[in-house]
């Protein structure tokens, strides 16, 4: 009953948007979109919500007629081919006068097809509402990043010398899994030795040797949202002076960045407080991204603490702060954690 309550709010909050915007209708084909709005999961291009004034009609593969009739009773849903067409069907049936589609999200032959019959672009409505997540967001986000964090500390003793990077990941997806993760937020990153200067390495079967670098960069699914958290640190006796001073840099710019984290705080002053630490250091030449990025149903979400973002902070807005220190040839370090915005500031989301 609650998940019913959450999301009677976030239609409300949509409709009061398409209210402000004089729109008769609105229509959502984004899977993402729609399981913000229902909290009932399709995969790609397998549905269209049509969303007006007096309610709501899902046109979806006939498969789903029962089980998603059950699901969202308070939907008419239709099943059928050419769900898009049968959309702007509908919206003749009905009489809508002004109806929008999200042209940032929208495919070209489907924005077609809706421009040549009325229907209008806007920005995305539901993109900007997800920005904010509401109490079952932050509570679903704790756990997801807890889940996250307990895994850090599992793979932490288990760490071998030999061992590949894909071993050391498919042992913490199996953790994950078992603690109540459904998936990973995305591929997990394992990265040894000289893999772990490139950010998005793809983990691979190099295996750990007696004195490594070890970066690893991972998240899980719980309940469909997502956490994300980056760990760095030396594995062997003999850490190099060079590899301590930059991961004692990048600590330092974390801890700034988040420090930074607040309610009315621009996106881009939280970049520039980890960014600065380490250009200040001497190796802002080696920081090749952006501090940090939304979470929530997706990995990379609004708003993103980067360079050239004009987003402002909010209360509910979940973000990354992750600085880098990326010596090619030789290693790497990242350290991420994700907070929530509060009245008090950041909230770090990883941890127990």
């Given amino acids: 009953m609650a998940e019913k309550i959450v999301t009677a709010d976030r239609l409300a909050a949509l409709k009061n948007l398409m209210q402000q915007n004089k729109l008769d209708g609105l229509v959502v084909t984004n899977n993402l979109d729609q399981f913000y709005l229902s909290n009932f999961f399709f995969y790609p291009n397998e549905s269209v919500f049509l969303i007006h004034t007096n309610g709501i009609v899902c046109f979806t593969r006939e498969l789903y007629v029962e089980p998603f009739s059950k699901f969202a009773p308070y939907m008419e849903v239709i099943g059928g081919e050419n769900r898009v ?21 929208e495919s070209f032959l489907n924005g077609e097809l809706m421009l040549k019959n009325g229907l209008v672009q806007l920005p995305s409505f539901v993109t900007e509402l997800r920005k904010t997540k509401d109490e079952a967001e932050l509570k679903a986000m704790r756990e997801s990043n807890r889940i996250a964090y307990l895994t850090y500390e599992y793979i932490l003793p288990r760490v071998k010398t030999g061992m590949t990077e894909c071993e050391m990941a498919a042992e913490m997806e199996k953790f994950m899994r078992e603690h109540g993760a ?8 394992v990265a040894f030795g000289a893999n772990a200067a490139n950010p998005h390495h793809e983990t691979g079967d190099t295996k750990l040797k007696e004195d490594d670098a070890v970066l690893i960069d991972f998240g899980c699914v719980y309940k469909g949202y997502c956490s994300d ?9 003999n850490e190099p002076a060079e590899y301590k ?14 420090k930074k984290v607040g309610i009315g705080v621009a996106c881009k002053a939280v970049d520039a407080a980890a960014r600065e630490i380490i250009e200040a250091a001497g190796y802002g030449q080696y920081y090749t991204h952006g501090t940090g990025h939304g979470v929530g149903i997706e990995i990379h979400e609004e708003p993103y603490n980067a360079q050239n973002s004009a987003s402002i902070l909010k209360e509910g807005n979940i973000v990354t702060v992750e600085p880098g220190i990326y010596l090619p040839g030789k290693y790497g370090v990242r350290l991420e954690d994700t907070v929530s915005v509060t009245q008090t500031g950041a909230n770090i989301l990883t941890k127990k």
């Fill in 85 to 105: 067409a049968a959309t702007v069907a509908k919206v003749k049936e009905l009489g809508l006068k002004k109806v929008g589609f999200d042209a940032e999200k």
């Fill in 182 to 189: 459904t998936s990973t937020s995305f591929n997990t990153i």
């Fill in 229 to 237: 958290m980056t760990r760095s640190w030396w594995h062997g006796k």
């Fill in 245 to 258: 001073k930059i991961w004692e840099i990048t600590d330092t710019a974390r801890k700034a960045g988040i």
